[in-house]
């Protein structure tokens, strides 16, 4: 007599097999990127939930890659984290952003910075958190994956190439390098089998989103923080 086999994810929707890309179990953020979404679990951006972009240099495409996901947010505000530069009002609009949907907090020390990400995320009033950090302990990174835990916010932080060596509580981690006509994309990590072959994106061209000379004026933080933080936000 013959047994018949039935497929895991026919015994419980939540089952996954290691050879096959995880059923998303939250919301996820479009990709816009058709080949980038087939190959991440649930086809988009997992919402609520750590995701690492590990970049050879801070604007090499990491928020040209986004666009699509940050122009989806709607009235809710975005919110930059210690980013490289000030971003520049003409690109914001360009990804679909305006003025005064962005925060941009720039924290003198990197305690106060991780304090202020865990703040937003906790608060849940912003669709979309980008931070950019040149080093974070497994603690914090552990204490800010839990804290994007109850949220709906697409949390993305923005890490060296390097760091991919590191472990991290990340569901989604990739590795972006500049092309010629965009980013070749490296799956480090996700819900599923490894990937050994890049993905090629093309990224549209875009006005500077990220200037040392662009201007934007400044707003009150008093929704984010209420203890003092020091920091330089600016719409």
């Keep these: 007599m013959s047994t018949a086999i039935v497929p895991a994810e026919e015994i419980h929707p939540s ?13 996820v953020v479009e990709t816009g990127y058709p080949a980038l979404s087939a190959e991440l679990p649930g086809g988009g951006w997992p919402v609520g939930a750590l ?23 709607g009235n809710r505000p975005v919110a930059f984290v210690q980013p490289p530069h000030t971003p520049d009002g003409l690109g914001l609009s360009y990804i679909g952003l305006s003025i005064e949907q962005v925060l941009r907090i720039n924290a003198q020390k990197t305690a106060d910075a991780l304090w202020a990400a865990e703040q937003i995320l906790r608060a849940g009033s ?11 302990k497994s603690s914090s990174l552990r204490r800010l994956h839990l804290a994007a835990q109850s949220s709906e916010t697409l949390f993305v932080m923005v890490r060296p190439l390097a760091a991919a060596q590191d472990s991290s509580p990340a569901l ?17 990590k996700r819900r599923g089998p490894a990937r050994a072959e890049p993905l090629s994106i093309p990224l549209q061209p875009t ?29």
């Design 15 to 27: 089952l996954w097999r290691a050879s096959q890309l995880a059923r998303g179990r939250g919301r």
């Design 51 to 73: 995701v690492d972009l590990l970049v050879q240099q801070a604007g090499v495409g990491e928020l040209r890659l986004l666009r699509p996901a940050l122009s989806a947010a």
């Design 126 to 136: 912003c669709s979309a958190l980008v931070f950019w950090a040149q080093y974070a």
């Design 172 to 188: 989604l981690r990739l590795a972006l390098r500049p092309s010629s006509d965009g980013l070749t994309v490296d799956i480090v």
């Design 207 to 235: 006005p500077v989103l990220l200037s040392r000379h662009a201007r934007l004026s400044r707003r009150s933080l008093a929704e984010i923080a209420a203890r003092g933080l020091p920091t330089e936000v600016v719409a």
